[in-house]
């Protein structure tokens, strides 16, 4: 963004901005939402993430391209199996029962989840979380990159927190993490939407879309 970008912006402007987006948005609709209208409550906010992204001086749509012919195939692999090991641990040790509940009971379901995650999910996610957070609130982040980097990750794991698990939060903030470091570190914006897809899709594939499914959701209140 151009320094006269900033300046018609402003910082305190980005700090209301950043609060209420990032962190108030999502506390208000794990407190104080049914669960039924939760995901409803979560496309509205991504909408008007997208409208703050356009909004933002020097955004350009070939940002999101930025990276393409960089993605590194042993990583994407790499994350498939480590996502793979860890939530198998996960579900043998506490619902062993739904451990690949999708594949065994609706396997046409879940080729609809592999087809589908990557586009309505992990891409608009990463657009709001990684795009907007980096570029548009860049001037009040911390200098440096590892605690933008981690800030960014705990950010993602409270937009989760609505499910309210202990489970849904280290994954999250874990695959925050990452996707982060792919995105500010390695300047891959589809490099992230692919971890976040593989990602994504191995943890339905064990079944542990139980977690991630609001009329699962109990509140401790």
Do not use: C, K
Not at 108 to 122: D, F, K, N, R
Not at 143 to 164: D, E, G, K, T
């Amino acid at each position: 963004m151009t320094d006269s970008g900033w300046a018609r912006i402003g910082r305190g402007r980005l700090w209301v901005e950043f609060v209420l987006f990032f962190i108030v948005a999502p506390l208000a609709v794990a407190v104080l939402l049914p669960p039924r209208w939760m995901f409803p409550a979560l496309f509205t906010v991504t909408g008007v993430g997208l409208i703050l992204l356009f909004l933002t001086p020097g955004f350009r749509l070939l940002l999101l391209t930025r990276g393409l012919l960089r993605m590194s195939t042993p990583l994407v692999v790499m994350t498939a199996l480590v996502t793979l090991a860890v939530g198998y641990g996960i579900m043998q040790a506490t619902r062993p029962e739904a451990l690949w509940m999708i594949v065994r009971r609706n396997p046409e379901l879940m080729a609809m989840i592999a087809l589908g995650y990557p586009v309505v999910s992990a891409l608009p996610q990463e657009v709001v979380f990684r795009v907007l957070f980096f570029e548009r609130y860049a001037p009040i982040l911390p200098s440096r990159i590892a605690p933008q980097i981690v800030l960014n990750a705990n950010i993602f794991a409270l937009a989760h927190v609505m499910y309210w698990s202990w489970i849904v939060l280290a994954l999250t903030f874990a695959g925050g993490l990452l996707f982060a470091w792919s995105y500010r570190v390695r300047g891959n914006f589809p490099e992230a939407v692919v971890l976040h897809s593989v990602a994504g899709v191995a943890l339905f594939l064990l079944g542990m879309g139980v977690y991630f499914y609001s009329g699962n959701v109990q509140r401790p209140f």
